[in-house]
T-cell receptor, first 118, second 114 residues
């Protein structure tokens, strides 16, 4: 398999502060990374697609000015939740795409980051 | 409109028996399908995948079957073990996953009873 790490695994912050979450592919290069959000007992909701060296593509309804995504290298993408509010509290998960042969790319997921905004 | 559907939110199976998790899709452009397993407060773990040129892929206790005409796939786990208890997500993508994101179903919670 492939390893994707996320840091931090858990963060508690005050309302109005900004929080940065890092996603790293440890043993492969990922030109594309994805950021998901999961609410309790719900499926994964894609927030944005992060492409190395270019601007992220955000899904409808996701505020790009609130959720800043930077994909500075082939192994690192960051998600910054700016001016966080309690409703931003959630489980954020990143994934990195590893190219496979014959068009069989697979996404590998990080362990997730639990954000709690007080 | 949900493009990937997992109509059973939960499933209970006796240890040692077969677990069958089902998934239906509506987008005929999907050509690559994956199953992920997820424990609470963890990221999904890739289990097994299948491309549309195949109708079956097997990896140990896990087998995925694809019926393109019915737009249906299923994951079989044999024999089921208590450690298999988790939420299983079916996912699909176009172009073999190329530049398109995965589309996930809502998941099925599997409980394997000892």
């Amino acid at each position: 398999g492939a390893v994707v790490s996320q840091h931090p695994s858990r963060v508690i912050c005050k309302s109005g502060t900004s929080v940065k979450i890092e996603c790293r592919s440890l043993d492969f290069q990922a030109t594309t990374m994805f950021w998901y959000r999961q609410f309790p007992k719900q499926s994964l909701m894609l927030m944005a697609t992060s492409n190395e060296g270019s601007k992220a593509t955000y899904e409808q309804g996701v505020e790009k000015d609130k959720f800043l995504i930077n994909h500075a290298s082939l192994t690192l993408s960051t998600l910054t939740v700016t001016s966080a509010h309690p409703e931003d509290s959630s489980f954020y998960i990143c994934s990195a795409r590893k190219a496979g042969g014959m068009g069989t790319d697979t996404q590998y997921f990080g362990p997730g980051t639990r954000l709690t905004v007080l | 409109d949900q493009q990937v559907k997992q109509n059973s939110p939960s499933l209970s199976v006796q240890e040692g028996r077969i677990s069958i998790l089902n998934c239906d899709y509506t987008n005929s452009m999907f050509d690559y399908f994956l199953w992920y397993k997820k424990y609470p407060a963890e990221g999904p773990t890739f289990l097994i995948s299948i491309s549309s040129i195949k109708d079956k892929n097997e990896d140990g206790r896990f087998t995925v079957f694809l019926n393109k005409s019915a737009k249906h796939l299923s994951l079989h786990i044999v024999p089921s073990q208590p450690g298999d208890s988790a939420v299983y997500f079916c996912a699909a993508s176009e172009e073999g996953g190329g530049n398109t994101p995965l589309v996930f179903g809502k998941g099925t919670r599997l409980s394997v009873i000892a």
